[in-house]
Structures are given as structure tokens and as C-alpha cells.
């Protein structure tokens, strides 16, 4: 395995090699990220080759998100990628990735009235996560379609936790006739159910049993689904009310037709019931696919 921090370097790597899988990720790898990594091992070809990248991309952090403090752990990430057989971590600066001189830095604005941004329609943008984080999906979107064009990747890894970014992905490849092949893996949880995410690296032992309340949320709703019940209401007010005191703050909970993103109001194949909270101040997703 090779470790690559220049886009230079990485043209020449991927010029050799035309048959690329990528795993985009922003590190502090867990064992969700590792199965993302394992499939696209599993399912590459004799000549085909893994790329993993690790940038935490600061284009989509609003101004109040945890961009300085996102947990960074590269020299364990790297030894994670080398065990599971990936063949290249590429690991650029944000300098690196747009074009910025170092002594440049500190005085250039990473807004979109400086730099060329990707952007969904906004009817799909301004809902579940995109209504509290606003211009987060645009930055999303721009850096995805770089490591596209960066790697050539004919196949690129995502989870089913981040929902609606990968639906943005599919719809911006569909939208602008990209050549790759998404392929989306469920999510990976615990022993006691808590969605696996970089973030849970900050919850205390109070953060963590009260986040486990998200899980529960989405298993009540599974199980009235599974016995018939299909009215959104009911089954909103059935699972809020796991939710004792408030102990986490739900900043949204609700019931989407995964083909287009729309509210619904009548549970059915496909529909996404995806929840947002805060758990002592750190922000967590979930959701389910029925």
C-alpha cells in the first residue's frame, strides 16, 4: 500500500491503473468505513485497485461546525487501510485540493464566490440535515465530483447513514452524465444498536445511553411498520414518545419517499425515516430504509 498527498502524484498513480474503486471518507476510521473498504476489495478485479481518501473537507463546515476539532487520526487510518488491502490512501491539505499556495492560506476564502462550487437543486438540498447546515451538500457535492475526476474511479463507496448525500451523489451523476457506479452499504451498528460514526468518538458514557435512544426510535417504528401500521402520525407519536425528558434534542424526524425526497404521510417500500438529534451538544444521524 502506498500513501499519496499530492494530486500529481496521484495522476501519475492512476494513469497506470484505469480500473480504480474509491472510498471517499473524512478518517477517523471505524468499522463502518471498513465495510464500505471491504466491499470495494471484495469486488474489485484481478487488475483493479482500492483508493481510500482521507480529507476532512472544510468547504462543508458551516461557520459554527466542528471543522478545527473533527477527530483526526491518521496514522491509525492508514494502518487500518493497509489491513484490509487497500491499495492507496490519498491524503491531500486543503491547500492541496483547491489549488492554494501555503502562504496563501490564511487570508483565502473558501466561499463559493472563490471557488467554482457543484450545487444540487435546492428543493433537495433544503430538507433533513441541509435546512440547519446550509451550503454543507454544495461542498459535499464539489468535493465528491473532484475525487471523481481526481481518481478516474469507475466505482466509489457510500454509506446508507448519510441518506441524503447519497442521494445528491446519484442524482448529481445521473444529472451530469458521470461515468461511476454508486455503491451503497446498510449501516453498520453496534452491540446495543448506535449507528457507527466518527462523531461517537465524543460522546461520555451519559452521551452515549442517551444516544441509543435514536435506535430505538427507528426499531418502534420498524415493528408498528412490520404489524401494518402505516400512518406517519401514528407512527411518529408512537416513537417521540421513547424520547423521556428530552433527553436528546431532536432537530428533525421524519418520514421520506426515498425516490424523490418528498414527505409522505403513509409509510411504504422505500420510504426513509431519518432522524437528526444532538446528544449533549454533539449531533448524530440515523435512519431506516423500509
Do not use: W
Amino acid at each position: 500500500m502506498i500513501v499519496i498527498k499530492t494530486i500529481s502524484e496521484l495522476k501519475e498513480y492512476t494513469a497506470k491503473n484505469d480500473n480504480i474503486s474509491l472510498v471517499p471518507t473524512m478518517g477517523a476510521l471505524h468499522l463502518g468505513h471498513g465495510a464500505l473498504i471491504k466491499e470495494a476489495v471484495k469486488q474489485k478485479n484481478q487488475n483493479g485497485k482500492v483508493i481510500v481518501s482521507i480529507f476532512v473537507n472544510p468547504i462543508q463546515f458551516g461557520p459554527n461546525e466542528d471543522y478545527n476539532k473533527y477527530p483526526r487520526t491518521l496514522t491509525e487510518d492508514v494502518n487500518f487501510c493497509e489491513n484490509l488491502g487497500v491499495d492507496v490512501v490519498f491524503v491531500p491539505s486543503a491547500c492541496e485540493m483547491y489549488g492554494i499556495e501555503e502562504n496563501q492560506k490564511d487570508n483565502f476564502n473558501f466561499s463559493n464566490n472563490y471557488l467554482t462550487y457543484v450545487c444540487p437543486p435546492y428543493f433537495l438540498v433544503n430538507k433533513l440535515c441541509g435546512k440547519s447546515r446550509v451550503g454543507h451538500f454544495d461542498g459535499v457535492a464539489t468535493v465528491v465530483l473532484k475525487l471523481f475526476n481526481l481518481t478516474g474511479a469507475k466505482k466509489a463507496y457510500f454509506g446508507q447513514k448519510d441518506a441524503q448525500q447519497l442521494f445528491l451523489i446519484k442524482k448529481m451523476i445521473k444529472d451530469l452524465n458521470l461515468n461511476v457506479d454508486i455503491k451503497s452499504i446498510p449501516i453498520v451498528r453496534d452491540k446495543n444498536g448506535l449507528a457507527l460514526s466518527s462523531r461517537n468518538k465524543y460522546l461520555d458514557d451519559d452521551g452515549y445511553n442517551k444516544a441509543l435512544i435514536i435506535n430505538k426510535m427507528l426499531t418502534k417504528v420498524k415493528n408498528l411498520y412490520e404489524r401494518g401500521i402505516t400512518n406517519v402520525k401514528i407512527l411518529f407519536e408512537e416513537a417521540i414518545g421513547l424520547n423521556n425528558d428530552n433527553m436528546i434534542d431532536i432537530e428533525y424526524f421524519e418520514f421520506i419517499d426515498f425516490n424523490n425526497l418528498e414527505n409522505t404521510f403513509e409509510a411504504k417500500e422505500n420510504t426513509l425515516v431519518a432522524i437528526a438529534a444532538k446528544v449533549n451538544n454533539i449531533r448524530l444521524i440515523d435512519n431506516l430504509l423500509l
